[in-house]
């Protein structure tokens, strides 16, 4: 199962690091993505990182401000979030095995391990 954490209480602006680890398994060789989903909406894929590191992914509304990462050796994956908004608070998540290209991500419908999350929240 994967882990995330990180989250917490910001000021619009500010920002927060965002870690995904894995027990039970490495990251080895698999790409990983994140994802978020706000109250009252659905979830929404963000961005990802693919097995090599070399290849990302960002939505439109993150690109610039979020950077993804990988650290296989801590079996750990990234997300470095500057200059954030109160439309980035969200229940974040992140999830192996995922299509990840420079221009999508992708993953299984059936998907469903998606563990409790972290809470990023943004307001001054």
């Known amino acids: 199962q994967l882990q995330a954490s990180g989250g917490g209480l910001v000021q619009p602006g500010g920002s927060l690091r965002l870690s995904c680890a894995a027990s039970g398994f490495t990251f080895d060789y698999r790409s990983v993505g994140w994802f978020r989903q706000a109250p009252g909406r659905g979830r929404e894929a963000i961005s990802c990182?693919?097995?090599?590191?070399?290849?990302?992914y960002y939505v439109e509304s993150v690109k610039g401000r979020f950077t993804i990462s990988r650290d296989d050796a801590k079996n750990t994956v990234y997300l470095q979030m500057n200059s954030l908004k109160p439309s980035d608070m969200a229940v974040y998540y992140c999830a192996p095995d995922l299509l990840c290209t420079e221009s999508t991500m992708r993953i299984s419908d059936i998907y469903d391990d998606w563990g409790q999350g972290t809470q990023v929240t943004v307001s001054s």
């Open positions: 990182i693919d097995y090599s590191g070399h290849v990302t």
